[in-house]
């Protein structure tokens, strides 16, 4: 048989070769043309023998022709062959997928693919064995190919594969279908219940492979994995609470302490509408709500650990006063940076004064703080608010009150000076402690003029400049 130049196939031949193609299984076994059938075999079969359909196609066209011509003449007189092996029909989609490779024409390369298809088809019925190499390859090879793709026919042909072959269906289909799958749900070619029979369906062959399998196991697991991957943007519109619950369950009890698997687990159940009464929705949740305790718990722990200053202030909130004054004490210890050590003076200042009621020492750690944060005027205002709190205790007397109040309106206005964030706050004290102020008559009793500088005495001890109501 001549070979047309550039390997063209007439649409006209591959159509006749696609009708022969569906004739009945015979071998060439007791055929009167059994020689000339075992001729092309051996005669083509050296030349194809560990070379794929890619390899075929790379050869002149006379080699290519001798293979074509010697299979086709084989395969007419016998297509089983010897009955034993399917070679006439493995053998014959390489060839053809050459010489579609080779053909520069659409229709024939649209009637090349027909008869494809058809060799898996007679292949299946004729090797019945080999019906999931057969029917897994057909829908295989027919999503790849272009003139089906995304199509009902390769649909169809999946479909076919999982019901006729079940287990014994290749690894080569999981990935495709998961790509079918989610290409035709989300633009409404496939009904949810189609899309359920083929992942579910499919689900359970990779899971027997996977355990059964020992050969091709592995195979099966990496195919199913890659499988997930497009699935998992519309599975969750395609399988209900209970589907969810028997993928992600099992995988949950292979690490049910791990806190991250417990999360993930819940709210994909929790999404997909199981129900809280759910006996594993109420198991995840009580176990995250105790992990997750636990958890932040141990977090705020060494948070604290590692910083002394959110402990103490922690441990003040909690009422531990004199704890919180220790752990600020650690913080001042450990830190480097001035302005922080301030923070922290003031943080036991304000501790000792307003809970603990030691002046004293308060006011020794308030002036620290000043003096380690330039022109900072809480630690002003919290002086000013112990002189204005003690002065009820600095005489029986209006005048010794009033000096006392005198030095706490000074710290004030001493705040509003060089603090701009506090100035509203310390004018607000300054105003509300004005009339508490040394009365005018006691002042003159003690033949004091206003404008002089004066001690307060008490524990306050300061100098303050006299003013009087």
């Not at 079940?166 to 289909?173: F, K, L």
């Not at 009890?253 to 687990?265: A, F, K, M």
Request: glycine share 6%; net charge neutral.
């Amino acid at each position: 048989m001549k070979v047309l130049s550039h390997g063209v196939l007439p649409l006209l031949l591959l159509l006749t070769l696609f009708n022969k193609a569906n004739a009945q299984c015979n071998s060439w076994v007791g055929n009167p043309r059994e020689t000339e059938a075992k001729e092309a075999h051996v005669l083509y079969r050296q030349m194809v023998k560990g070379k794929t359909a890619a390899d075929l196609a790379k050869l002149d066209d006379v080699s290519f022709g001798i293979i074509y011509d010697n299979w086709l003449k084989a395969f007419e007189i016998a297509p089983m062959a010897d009955g034993q092996r399917a070679n006439h029909y493995v053998d014959g989609v390489e060839i053809m997928k050459a010489k579609k490779e080779k053909s520069t024409d659409d229709a024939a390369k649209l009637a090349a693919d027909k008869f494809i298809l058809s060799l898996y088809d007679q292949m299946a019925v004729c090797y019945p064995k080999e019906i999931g190499y057969a029917l897994s390859r057909k829908a295989f090879d027919m999503f790849y190919m272009s003139s089906y793709g995304y199509s009902a026919e390769t649909v169809a042909a999946f479909k076919n594969a999982i019901e006729k072959a079940g287990n014994s269906a290749e690894y080569i289909i999981l990935e495709p279908i998961g790509l079918v799958v989610n290409y035709m749900f989300k633009n409404k070619l496939m009904s949810p219940e189609d899309a359920r029979f083929l992942v579910e369906k499919s689900q359970e062959i990779a899971d027997f492979n996977i355990s059964n399998n020992e050969k091709y196991g592995q195979y099966y697991e990496a195919a199913y994995a890659r499988m997930e991957v497009p699935l998992a943007e519309v599975e969750g519109q395609i399988f209900d609470c209970e589907y969810f619950k028997a993928k992600l369950v099992p995988l949950y009890q292979e690490n049910p302490e791990d806190l991250v698997t417990i999360r993930y687990t819940f709210n994909k159940l929790k999404t997909q509408g199981c129900a809280d009464t759910d006996p594993i929705m109420v198991e995840l949740k009580s176990k995250y709500e105790a992990k997750a305790a636990n958890m932040n718990a141990a977090m705020q722990e060494d948070f604290l650990a590692k910083n002394p200053g959110m402990a103490a202030r922690k441990l003040y909130e909690d009422g531990n006063f004199s704890q919180a004054i220790a752990k600020y004490k650690e913080a001042i210890t450990s830190e480097t940076d001035d302005s922080k050590k301030a923070d922290y003076y003031l943080g036991i200042a304000s501790i000792q004064f307003r809970q603990l009621k030691s002046y004293g020492p308060a006011r020794e750690n308030a002036r620290k703080a000043a003096s380690l944060k330039s022109n900072w005027g809480k630690p002003y205002l919290l002086i000013g608010d112990m002189y204005a709190s003690t002065s009820r205790n600095c005489g029986s007397d209006g005048y010794s009150r009033g000096l006392a109040v005198l030095a706490a309106i000074e710290k004030y206005a001493q705040a509003r000076n060089i603090d701009s964030e506090v100035s509203a706050e310390a004018s607000k004290k300054i105003s509300l402690y004005g009339a508490s102020i040394p009365p005018k008559d006691e002042a003159h009793m003690r033949g004091i003029a206003e404008g002089a500088r004066v001690s307060t005495g008490c524990w306050i001890g300061e100098t303050v400049t006299l003013r009087y109501n």
